[in-house]
């Protein structure tokens, strides 16, 4: 062979490996698609092929994922500790309460949840009023949390009453001990007040229920939930975060625990008091508020949290002991008629960039006779009508893109019938027990919050993503700490689309169905 095609032979063969090494270089994410569907599929792995088996193309969704782009840091996802979800957790075999907890506190084998809540004091969801002192005790000598690790009598209320408990001893501390003995558990607590003692408060129309907190007793209030923190931690249980007051604004016409706190009050309290105390019993350090226990204000609806939180943003002597802002989404039938306030969360982040944002409740009332098929059809509520799966499928991927670091559900285990709760007001939740059969049910819920639990871990960061708008398709990605990469989607159309991702050069192609969530998770090959 002549030299000078010998020369042109290898300068091709050098050219063709550099660009297959190049190309291998670029593709070194693998790809796995978890998808969950009103078809039925839940949380189910699936290959990268073509939604529909039709001939016709499904029209084509081009997103280039930006690396380069990345806000905020991400916290967790999960649900809410509560009485009643011990409660049905005592009723069932050692055995299953340990599969329920694995189910949702394994990051392997279960959703992972990394961030839950749960209730200071008696809350709507416990099997009656209690607090944690004898009346009267302005020494807070009385004070024990021995309400929330008692156990139960099943004499609590009528909806328990008959009832077989097989572990007694059971409730809410054993609960979230339990739950962080479970292998890879990895979550953080916010821990919120719904209402003070009865004996400190004025103008209440029941036990433990409306009015508001006198104000010679804010310095008392203080020690009472500082105290709450050191106890919990003496039994093992660090909580991450608390929030004075559960819905301040809901203090009028509430019908179970609850507690009134106007902007100013909640300022002066946090400012006056709480901080100060925290501070003082070693719970909190200022200047360095992620080095103790956060302190989250406001924790009601976020159509109103702007105006809420004002007062004490503004003020620099509150707003030094305050970490964030704490929000909830009802009314949920008016969500997507106001974007689901992505507007509001802009707002209070380019106001108060500094300040964290967690979503520390939701929920819907149950239906009895259909809790799977509900979440996938026009319910009705308190709110109105609406689609519960679209509804919280937009409402996290719209508050994950408009700067929220977390998103709490309400109860995590409750009844087929969405109980105890004394006062009729019923919800579903991922986890729903029939306590007489054992039956356990995993609502469509519990897999649409594993979709970002599992996948999105603590201390990933959101990144950008650049690409074709479409109503009724809604997208996010952050990208966790070991460099894996969670791209979540839901498509709430009745037709298919052909989704093309772009990362690196490269294109990730997977079909998604009508009615569908998927977590594409791209995971690196080195």
């Known amino acids: 062979m002549p030299y000078k095609r010998i020369v042109i ?29 009103q078809e039925g599929d839940n949380l189910k792995l699936i290959k990268g092929k073509r939604a529909d088996q039709k001939k016709k193309r499904n029209q084509k969704i081009e997103v280039e994922i930006q690396l380069a782009e990345k806000f905020q840091k991400i916290i967790g996802f999960g649900a809410s500790f509560t009485e009643s979800s011990a409660w049905n957790l005592a009723t069932v075999p050692g055995e299953t309460r340990k599969e329920v907890l694995t189910k949702l506190f394994s990051p392997k084998e279960g959703a ?80 919120s007040a719904w209402s003070p003692p009865s004996w400190m408060k004025a103008h209440e129309t029941g036990i433990m229920t409306n009015g508001s907190l006198k104000s010679e007793h804010y310095g008392l209030w203080a020690k009472y939930l500082s105290k709450y923190l050191s106890a919990y931690k003496k039994e093992g249980i660090n909580i991450w975060g608390i929030t004075p007051q559960n819905e301040p604004l809901h203090a009028h016409d509430a019908r179970w625990d609850s507690n009134g706190f106007t902007p100013e009050q909640g300022r002066d309290f946090v400012r006056d008091h709480l901080g100060p105390q925290l501070e003082k019993d070693g719970h909190l350090k200022v200047g360095d508020l992620d080095a103790g226990v956060r302190i989250l204000i406001y924790d009601h609806n976020k159509s109103m949290m ?18 964030g802002t704490a929000f909830h989404w009802y009314a949920s039938s008016g969500l997507e008629k106001e974007d689901f306030y992505g507007s509001e969360l802009d707002k209070l982040h380019e106001a108060w960039p500094e300040k964290g944002m967690i979503h520390t409740e939701s929920s819907i009332d149950i239906d009895v006779n259909d809790p799977i098929g509900q979440y996938w059809r026009e319910s009705t509520d308190y709110a109105g009508k609406f689609v519960p799966f679209d509804t919280y499928a937009y409402d996290i991927i719209t508050d994950l893109n408009h700067g929220t670091q977390g998103y709490v559900e ?40 594993s979709h970002f639990s599992k996948f999105i871990r603590p201390d990933a960061i959101r990144l950008g993503l650049k690409g074709d708008k479409v109503e009724g398709l809604i997208y996010t990605a952050a990208q966790n700490v070991d460099g894996s990469i969670a791209v979540v989607v839901f498509n709430k159309n009745k037709n298919s689309y052909d989704l093309s991702l772009s990362l690196e050069g490269q294109d990730y192609e997977v079909a998604i169905g009508p009615r569908t969530m998927q977590t594409i998770h791209l995971r690196s090959k080195k």
């Open 9 to 37: 032979f290898q300068l091709v063969a050098l050219v063709l490996c550099f660009c297959s090494c190049s190309s291998i270089e670029e593709s070194s994410y693998e790809m796995q698609v978890y998808q969950t569907s």
């Open 112 to 191: 992972g949840f990394t961030l839950t809540r749960t209730h200071i004091n008696s809350c709507d969801y416990s099997n009656g009023h209690y607090t944690y002192i004898e009346d009267g005790d302005l020494e807070l000598a009385s004070f024990s949390i021995n309400e929330d690790k008692k156990g139960f009598s099943g004499n609590e209320n009528a909806q328990v009453q008959g009832v077989e408990l097989v572990d007694s001893t059971y409730d809410l501390i054993p609960m979230i001990l339990e739950a962080q003995s479970i292998p890879g558990a990895d979550f953080r607590i916010i821990s």
């Open 306 to 323: 702007n105006n809420y939180v004002t007062p004490t943003y503004e003020d620099a002597e509150a707003s030094k002991y305050a970490w």
């Open 410 to 449: 309400w109860c995590v285990i409750l009844s087929h019938k969405g109980q105890p709760n004394p006062y009729d007001n019923f919800n579903s939740a991922p986890v729903l027990i029939n306590p007489n059969t054992d039956e356990v049910i995993y609502t469509p819920l519990y897999y649409l919050l």
